[in-house]
DNA sequence: GTAGGGTTAG
């Protein structure tokens, strides 16, 4: 520890000087650093000597360690003959405030810059996912014959993480050739990569081959993450077990690591008596510890009152641990205005949004008024060291179409400085919601050719383009293709996807037996494509089976309990349907009521069933009404066999023809005519599935009214034009 | 004077 007294030092001779300042560089005692820098300035500046030169470098480095960017700037300005030492530590310094242009300047201005300075700057970019630049600087390191280290190649690898697994297995190769796989952090970065490009068998490989020996702290801690992200937490958890036997020292990172097992294992009680065990040992108040806690509540908890908590009890909350926060309120569908609120909050306090935080905050937004979506992105481009992320863009592209502006969506995605793996998923996902196959296949077929690698989500979103469209042998080639060309194992969603696919082309049978065959347990999301195949082709037998193996895993769905006594009802089956519906009261299971909401000059209405809330209602029974005559002669008979919600027998052919007249889809719908303009596009959102009555009429008021009408519901997009469904009524 | 391990988009 560093002691001192300041008038002791004006005593002090230049080597003892030197000493101190070292000290304080070493201890980051940024209070002692800025005293010995204004004696400095009486004492030693005007000399010019080597020591002289040494110290005032030395002063840059210090307030760049110290994290203070404007000292270290006014130090290094100072400084009259700066060294590559004093260039590297502000490089570095600029670099961490993403202030990379300014660090590049600095870097052109360097006479002679070393391996460091070039290291500092790959990393750099690397922090920025700028793969290109990066390799180029390699290029460079290369040609002017520096010797490499591992700092270079650890840089180099974690900024082509993203650009697909082919990229990362030609730099393992190289690191191979080069000896370079005897390098620890060089090894941790090519296992993370790995990992993160969805090839945990490789990232597995790495750490075996690496040996026990071969391995620091870092490796373990990899590995464990790479275990929890790729759902084996109960790999990652023996992992864990094996380096606490070991007697490896186990620290924050280590802890977070572990959480992200339990998070991935939805293991909410194994992760409370965890963080109970933090607690104990002090850990939780750790930001790395807190992230990996405010992750795991936000998404086993079911809601965020835990992950405040948590948050309330970090001492210095970093931008990871409110990135976290945000993510969380908006992975929880209906908290996304506090996401919203959690970003201001960050701002206010100080924090400069970064990549993520944006990702994060605009990922929220496509659960929100389209507005508001608009707002954010304006808000992206205006901090523009951020706008030319490919993260933020592809954030944008996935937020567009969500709010059913694909258009915009497929703007950005053309104008976006580059394209990744994640940029391409996101666009064919968005195509594939909207029901446009055909541009959802021909993207992914232009990825193969651009070699940007695909990955197990880019096959999620092929699949439910088929599935959407009822392309079976397409989804079936793709299926096979993921396994065979490209050495993916099919996932539990993939298997939903070909459930799904297979169900609603009528191959019951086909859907069935992979359920049945899937290397998984399957879970409500599989019952639930199937159930939904039989209600399509009216196989209540099957779905039977179906909703009651859902009712056994989520007992608390309302879901298999309304399809199945619909398909009863629709059967003629009223004692069964009534049965069912006792059951549910029974059970305590309650429906989600169905509501459906437009935004209209910056405010949200919500209609329900029936709704008669609305100030404006009269006017919309009246247009509705007026509706119904035109929607007759134009061919519309309104299919009841969709109101046959609650009493059935008692309701007379007429109520049931009113009560489908006012459902929640319809009455947005109406109120959106109403309200805007001949011609103006206008977008509904719905929170369940629409209905086939309503479909059906929407597609003839498109043509009546000349308008293009958007419903999301949740499963996906129905945009109606001139009398078609974008679906083509297949859904 | 410089890396690799906690959060994110589909």
């Known amino acids: 520890m560093l002691v001192f007294n300041y008038h002791s030092w004006q005593l002090l001779n230049p080597h003892t000087f030197r000493n101190l300042l070292k000290a304080c560089i070493s201890e980051r005692n940024l209070l002692a650093g800025k005293a010995l820098h204004a004696l400095f300035f009486k004492s030693h500046n005007n000399n010019n000597d080597n020591i002289t030169t040494y110290l005032s470098n030395h002063f840059t480095i210090l307030y760049s360690k110290c994290g203070t960017l404007r000292n270290a700037r006014t130090a290094f300005d100072l400084t009259e003959h700066p060294n590559v030492f004093s260039y590297n530590a502000i490089i570095n310094a600029y670099a961490k405030h993403s202030l990379l242009h300014i660090a590049r300047q600095l870097f052109d201005q360097i006479p002679q810059p070393d391996l460091v300075s070039y290291n500092t700057l ?78 945990l068998g490789e990232a597995k490989r790495v750490f075996h081959e690496m040996g026990v020996g071969g391995r620091d702290e870092v490796s373990w801690n990899s590995m464990i993450v790479a275990c929890g992200q790729h759902r084996e937490g109960s790999d990652a958890l023996a992992l864990f077990c094996e380096m606490v036997m070991m007697g490896l020292e186990v620290d924050m990172f280590t802890m977070a690591s572990v959480l992200t097992a339990f998070t991935s294992l939805k293991d909410l009680a194994g992760g409370m008596q965890f ?16 992230s990996g806690l405010i992750d795991l509540y936000s998404k086993c908890a079911g809601g965020m009152l835990e992950c405040r908590k948590v948050f309330e009890e970090i001492t210095a909350p970093d931008l990871v641990l409110w990135n976290t926060m945000i993510s969380g309120y908006s992975q929880n569908e209906d908290l996304s205005e506090d996401a919203l609120c959690c970003f201001r909050k960050m701002q206010r306090v100080g924090f400069r949004p970064d990549d993520c935080s944006f990702v994060c905050v605009v990922s929220a937004c496509s659960n929100l008024p389209p507005s508001v979506g608009n707002q954010v992105h304006a808000l992206t481009i205006k901090s523009d060291i951020l706008y030319n992320r490919v993260s933020v863009n592809n954030a944008l592209v996935a937020m567009y179409s969500k709010c ?91 298997y939903s996807c070909m459930i799904d696919l297979l169900g609603r082309a009528g191959k019951l049978k086909e859907a069935e037996r992979i359920i049945e065959t899937m290397p998984f347990n399957p879970g409500s999301i599989e019952w639930a494509a199937l159930l939904g195949a039989c209600k399509k082709h009216g196989n209540v037998d099957l779905a039977v089976k179906a909703a009651s193996e859902f009712v056994r895993i989520e007992p608390y769905s309302a879901v298999p309990y309304v399809v199945l006594s619909n398909m009863y009802a629709s059967a003629g ?69 969709w109101a046959l919600m ?34 103006v596009p206008i977008l509904v959102v719905k929170n369940l599935r629409i209905c086939g009555d309503c479909h059906n009429a929407i597609k003839i008021i498109s043509a009546i009214s000349g308008r293009e009408i958007t419903v999301r519901d949740t499963h996906r997009f129905h945009c109606f034009k001139e009398g078609q469904c974008s679906c083509r009524d297949y859904w």
């Open 122 to 199: 790959i990393s750099a970019y690397a922090e920025r996912g700028d793969c290109e630049q990066a390799l180029g600087l390699l290029r460079v390191v290369r040609e002017k014959c520096l010797a490499i280290d591992g700092f270079t190649l650890s840089g180099v690898i974690d900024a082509c993480c993203g650009r697909g697994v082919g990229l990362i297995r030609q730099l393992h190769c190289f690191v191979v050739m080069g000896g370079f796989d005897s390098y620890a952090s060089v090894n941790n970065a090519i296992l993370t990569s790995y990992s993160k490009e969805g090839f």
């Open 404 to 494: 059913g502006n694909l258009q915009d969506a497929r703007k950005i995605f053309d104008t976006m400085p580059g394209h990744n793996t994640v940029s391409l998923n996101s666009m064919i996902a968005g195509y594939a919601q909207h029901g446009l196959e055909a541009e959802s296949l021909w993207l992914f077929e232009l990825m193969l050719q651009k070699d940007i690698a695909p990955n197990n989500i880019t096959f999620i979103s092929v699949l439910s383009a088929c599935a959407h469209t009822g392309k079976v042998e397409e989804g079936q080639k793709y299926f096979n293709m993921m396994k065979e060309k490209f050495g993916f194992e099919p996932e539990a969603e993939h």
């Open 573 to 641: 089956r009223w004692e069964e349907a009534a049965t069912l519906k006792k059951l549910m009261r029974e059970r305590g299971v309650k429906k989600t009521p169905g509501c459906s909401w437009i935004e209209i000059d910056k405010k949200v209405h919500v209609f329900v069933a029936e709704d008669t809330s609305h100030p404006m209602i009269n006017k919309i029974h009246e247009y509705m009404g007026e509706m119904l005559k035109k929607l007759k002669q134009a061919g519309y008979v309104p299919d009841i066999r």
């Open 275 to 290: 963080h109970a065990k933090m607690i104990k040992s002090g850990f939780h108040r750790n930001t790395h510890v807190g």
């Open 646 to 679: 609650k009493d059935e027998e008692a309701v007379t052919a007429e109520e049931k023809e009113r009560k489908l007249l006012y459902h929640s889809e319809k009455l947005a719908v109406a109120f959106g005519l109403i309200c805007t303009e001949e011609g």
